[in-house]
T-cell receptor
Framework: RKEVEQDPGPFNVPEGATVAFNCTYS??????FFWYRQDCRKEPKLLMS???SGNEDGRFTAQLNRASQYISLLIRDSKLSDSATYLC?????????????FGAGTILRVKS | SAVISQKPSRDICQRGTSLTIQCQVD?????MFWYRQQPGQSLTLIAT?????????ESGFVIDKFPISRPNLTFSTLTVSNMSPEDSSIYLC??????????FGPGTRLTVT
């Protein structure tokens, strides 16, 4: 089982749609969770951290379910500029200490 | 967030040769990391670059293949040694005030022929 699993997509949605991505992680001891965004041929950029109580940043809402080891990202009112790969990232304890483990990403394509 | 630059941005190298990638940050940072992103895949941590001491490598990565230097708090290098086509990848450095929020350089796109 992969440490962080995501549906690779692609998710093809029209502008204005609401879309949700899911992510599961294997290590129940993980404490920190993030969503990164990666545009084509660019470096990943931090989109938002995910807090236990859930958090919202404009059109983006992140949720964490520790019991199910599940993280979600909801995007409302999708824009063309939201087209990107969304990476689920989990802090895990490695051999030498904590490290970030990246999922393979979910591709989102927003079309006009 | 810090401004991070990497050199070179891309290179095409012959098998058996080595390439050194530089990562420069515009401010002092505690933590620097090197990742690899192979075509169509996500990021894999190669090592943590420790200032003034040896890098800490993840399972599957060894110092002889990927020697790393970090002479100060704003600069690090990663060398890909004795390259083979399987080393073709994007190599990214990242920095962070702590482990939890990392910022990535633009990456170095390496093709080994």
């Amino acid at each position: 089982r992969k440490e962080v699993e995501q549906d690779p997509g692609p998710f093809n949605v029209p502008e204005g749609a609401t879309v949700a991505f899911n992510c599961t992680y294997s290590n129940s001891a993980s404490q920190s969770f993030f969503w990164y965004r990666q545009d084509c041929r660019k470096e990943p950029k931090l989109l938002m951290s995910v807090y236990s109580s859930g958090n919202e940043d404009g059109r983006f809402t992140a949720q964490l379910n520790r019991a199910s080891q599940y993280i979600s990202l909801l995007i409302r009112d999708s824009k063309l500029s939201d087209s990107a790969t969304y990476l689920c990232v989990v802090n895990m304890l490695g051999e030498y200490g904590n490290k970030l483990v990246f999922g393979a990403g979910t591709i989102l394509r927003v079309k006009s | 967030s810090a401004v991070i630059s990497q050199k070179p941005s891309r290179d095409i190298c012959q098998r058996g040769t080595s390439l050194t990638i530089q990562c420069q940050v515009d401010s002092q940072v505690t933590m620097m990391f090197w990742y690899r992103q192979q075509p169509g895949q996500s990021l894999t941590l190669i090592a943590t670059a420790n200032q003034g001491s040896e890098a800490t490598y993840e399972s599957g990565f060894v110092i002889d293949k990927f020697p790393i230097s970090r002479p100060n708090l704003t600069f690090s290098t990663l060398t890909v040694s004795n390259m083979s086509p399987e080393d073709s990848s994007i190599y990214l450095c990242s920095v962070g005030r702590d482990l939890y929020e990392q910022y990535f350089g633009p990456g170095t796109r390496l093709t080994v022929t």
